[in-house]
Antibody
């Protein structure tokens, strides 16, 4: 059974940093691309970032480019999102999702709250 | 970036009735269109991909149609578990895989 479990969310002040993790199991992690998708409270879904299976290709949404960094460790079956210079508008539930699009496999999400 | 527009924002339907949800793309996405269902506190669930192919385990009462810029999700006879928010997503011009704003299907 495919499982994706996010962790690392929490309350952070504007301008602060946070690192999200996603632990994958039930499939050959190193064979699949991965994404981060977020959802602000009461709002719709927004794709955030993509990383290919070998980390050779990476994309970011314009809203996070230059502030967020996606990475993965295939030996540890883990996906990461380093979030720096956080803003109020980054407050959201962050989901990791297995590629390719469209994805049938999502984690349960981890809540990031940016507030002073 | 392709903009996806869903209508209506809210759809009030009685159990057993048919629900028809629309999704429009700002430019052609061919048949690279997916539909997701999301219930409160849960992750999205893939219903339809390729505009009309049901994902694994999705009941036959869910059907998708359309191509190019106009798409429809039809739920033939609403069950209690179908009341949720539905999102369309294009993955033709990617990244980003842009989502629509969602349609909330509520009990009438």
């Amino acid at each position: 059974e495919v499982q994706l479990v996010e962790s690392g969310g929490g309350l952070v002040q504007p301008g602060g940093s946070l690192r999200l993790s996603c632990a994958a199991s039930g499939f050959t992690f190193s064979s699949y691309s991965m994404n981060w998708v977020r959802q602000a409270p009461g709002k719709g879904l927004e794709w955030v970032s993509y990383i290919s299976s070998s980390s050779s290709t990476i994309y970011y949404a314009d809203s996070v480019k230059g502030r967020f960094t996606i990475s993965r460790d295939n030996a540890k079956n883990s996906l990461y999102l380093q979030m720096n210079s956080l803003r109020d508008e980054d407050t959201a539930v962050y989901y990791c999702a297995r590629g390719p699009e469209p994805t049938a496999y999502w984690g349960q999400g981890t809540l990031v709250t940016v507030s002073s | 970036e392709i903009v996806m527009t869903q209508s209506p924002a809210t759809l009030s339907v009685s159990p057993g009735e048919r629900a028809t949800l629309s999704c429009r793309a700002s430019q052609s996405v061919s048949s690279n269109l997916a539909w997701y269902q999301q219930k409160p506190g849960q992750a999205p669930r893939l219903l339809i991909y390729g505009a009309s192919t049901r994902a694994t385990g999705i009941p036959a009462r869910f059907s998708g149609s359309g191509s190019g810029t106009e798409f429809t999700l039809t739920i033939s006879s609403l069950q209690s578990e179908d009341f949720a928010v539905y999102y369309c997503q294009q993955y033709n011009n990617w990244p980003p895989g842009t989502f629509g704003g969602g349609t909330k299907v509520e009990i009438k």
